[in-house]
């Protein structure tokens, strides 16, 4: 539900809807590279590509949107802004309140070592740990769910000791990508994906086979 967003963020960053609005956070998961993006890349080829992932998912969710046809669905991106500058929406946090991932920021430590340090909080997946992304936002305006149960996210990094160590590492160290390992995981991105989210934006057409 809309309101269940709402009441944990400012009235700043409220999104304009009834709090029993129904809406849906898109994630990507690591299979996304092969069974989604390389196939797009492929049928587009021949059409100016200016961000593949970014395309990719919308046109993913156009098609989703296409199934709906009676219905009003609007569709916010992780990437969008708004005049303001602020986010549409913050992902990290719609993603929480659906149950879809842990949001872990430094008011999950009690134990606070960091000081006057800027400490950015991560979202962890019970079965991808870091190795997964927050693409999007379905809301579907006329459908008002007034008995929907809240899910709580899975508490997957539960000790003092590891979500310090999440942290720092996501902090200080997120281009080796430790934190994505913070807990066992079931899958996670190809040796292909990590080299293409790897490079610089400008060289990854070169990756794709794509000219730039």
Not at 15 to 21: G, H, N
Not at 28 to 56: G, Y
């Amino acid at each position: 539900k809309v309101g269940w967003y709402n009441a944990v963020l400012q009235p700043a960053f409220h999104l304009p809807y009834p709090d029993d609005t129904l809406a849906f956070v898109i994630l990507s998961t690591p299979s996304m590279f092969d069974k989604a993006l390389k196939p797009f890349v492929k049928k587009e080829r021949s059409k100016i590509i200016r961000d593949p992932v970014d395309q990719c998912i919308s046109y993913h969710l156009s098609r989703v949107k296409e199934k709906f046809p009676d219905q009003r669905v609007d569709v916010m991106f992780d990437y969008e802004i708004l005049p303001s500058r602020k986010p549409k929406f913050l992902a990290q946090t719609a993603a929480h309140v659906a149950g879809a991932a842990y949001y872990y920021q430094r008011k999950d430590v009690k134990r606070d070592p960091w000081g006057k340090k800027k400490i950015f909080g991560v979202c962890i997946h019970p079965r991808y740990g870091g190795w997964f992304a927050i693409r999007g936002l379905l809301l579907f305006p006329d459908i008002q769910v007034l008995f929907l149960e809240q899910p709580a996210p899975v508490d997957c990094v539960s000790t003092e000791e590891k979500r310090i160590e999440l942290l720092e590492q996501f902090n200080f160290h997120w281009q080796d990508g430790r934190y994505r390992d913070i807990i066992e995981v079931k899958e996670r991105y190809s040796e292909e994906q990590r080299v293409y989210f790897a490079t610089p934006p400008a060289e990854r057409f070169r990756l794709l086979g794509l000219a730039q």
